[in-house]
């Protein structure tokens, strides 16, 4: 049965969407069975593992208002063990389509429910918003991953987006945990990258992961080829920091044996 996580924060901007790309992929290469669900309407994630945005026939939102099956709708991608539901700027219509459904915010928990089980890991690119496909994502998962940017703006909005996570807890999805709160856009040069890790991890604790994503340039150019990072670049930094993400991910769900010495982040 597959593991649903969720890449949720309603500020734009943070590394969602590249966090979602990146770890499915560094998944699908250490040979876990991936499924990357992009759910918001800007389709960075349908373009970021190479897809043409006007060769889409079908996606995400044809699941959500159509009543079509995920397997009518998945793509394989070029990574081996990676596939795509992609999504498209109709998704933008679904909100106000859907808002007299019965049960609106089980839709998408309902599309995916009869393929959990083909995959090991579904991860879903949230919108950066917290409207009702958020929602929808929040109650299909299992966990929610929260990229965090390493600047103080970013902090501003993790209280409203874990308000939210602690209403669907309690009123759509008992069993939905935070998987872990990332930092991204790292740079180590810079004082406040420093103080905003450190204050992230005071008051947050365990649920930080110890993986942090460092500024790369790798990373940013990757989407302009419809590429992973790991595809693009693997002896890059971003690719060893998604890489161990994954691990870190796997460790965290009992999926594999790895060593202390192997979740020391590589720089």
Same mark, same amino acid.
């Given at each position: 049965m597959g593991r649903i996580i969720g890449v949720?924060?309603?500020k734009g901007g943070v590394g969602k969407t590249t966090t979602a790309i990146n770890l499915a992929a560094?998944?699908?290469?250490?040979?876990?069975?991936?499924?990357?669900?992009?759910?918001?309407?800007?389709?960075n994630s349908t373009t970021g593992v190479g897809?043409?945005?006007?060769?889409i026939t079908?996606?995400?939102?044809?699941?959500?208002?159509?009543?079509?099956?995920?397997?009518?709708?998945?793509?394989?991608?070029?990574?081996?063990?990676l596939d795509l539901i992609p999504s498209h700027i109709d998704l933008v219509g679904a909100e106000i389509e859907m808002i007299n459904y019965p049960n609106r915010e089980l839709v998408l928990k309902n599309i995916l429910d009869p393929i959990k089980e083909d995959?090991?890991?579904i991860i879903v690119d949230c919108s950066p918003s917290l409207g009702l496909i958020t929602v929808n994502a929040l109650t299909a998962s299992d966990a929610v991953i929260i990229p965090v940017q390493c600047e103080?703006?970013?902090?501003?909005?993790?209280?409203?987006?874990?308000?939210?996570?602690?209403?669907?807890?309690?009123?759509?999805n008992t069993a939905l945990e935070i998987e872990g709160i990332l930092m991204t856009m790292y740079d180590g040069r810079l004082r406040l990258c420093n103080q905003v890790v450190s204050e992230v991890r005071k008051h947050f604790e365990t649920i930080v992961f110890n993986t942090i994503i460092h500024r790369n340039s790798k990373i940013?150019?990757?989407?302009?080829?419809? &590429?992973?990072?790991?595809?693009y670049d693997a002896n890059s930094k971003g690719s060893m920091n998604y890489l161990n993400l994954? &691990?870190?991910?796997?460790? &965290?769900?009992?999926?594999?044996?790895?060593?202390?010495?192997e979740r020391i982040l590589q720089v």
């Amino acid at each position: 049965m597959g593991r649903i996580i969720g890449v949720a924060n309603q500020k734009g901007g943070v590394g969602k969407t590249t966090t979602a790309i990146n770890l499915a992929a560094s998944l699908a290469v250490l040979e876990f069975k991936t499924l990357l669900v992009d759910a918001d309407p800007q389709a960075n994630s349908t373009t970021g593992v190479g897809f043409d945005l006007h060769n889409i026939t079908q996606s995400l939102y044809d699941c959500m208002v159509n009543e079509a099956a995920a397997k009518e709708v998945l793509l394989k991608t070029e990574i081996p063990n990676l596939d795509l539901i992609p999504s498209h700027i109709d998704l933008v219509g679904a909100e106000i389509e859907m808002i007299n459904y019965p049960n609106r915010e089980l839709v998408l928990k309902n599309i995916l429910d009869p393929i959990k089980e083909d995959y090991d890991f579904i991860i879903v690119d949230c919108s950066p918003s917290l409207g009702l496909i958020t929602v929808n994502a929040l109650t299909a998962s299992d966990a929610v991953i929260i990229p965090v940017q390493c600047e103080f703006f970013a902090l501003e909005g993790l209280g409203k987006l874990l308000n939210t996570i602690k209403i669907v807890q309690t009123r759509l999805n008992t069993a939905l945990e935070i998987e872990g709160i990332l930092m991204t856009m790292y740079d180590g040069r810079l004082r406040l990258c420093n103080q905003v890790v450190s204050e992230v991890r005071k008051h947050f604790e365990t649920i930080v992961f110890n993986t942090i994503i460092h500024r790369n340039s790798k990373i940013s150019e990757a989407p302009s080829v419809g &590429k992973p990072v790991v595809l693009y670049d693997a002896n890059s930094k971003g690719s060893m920091n998604y890489l161990n993400l994954a &691990k870190e991910v796997l460790q &965290k769900n009992n999926m594999t044996k790895i060593s202390q010495e192997e979740r020391i982040l590589q720089v």
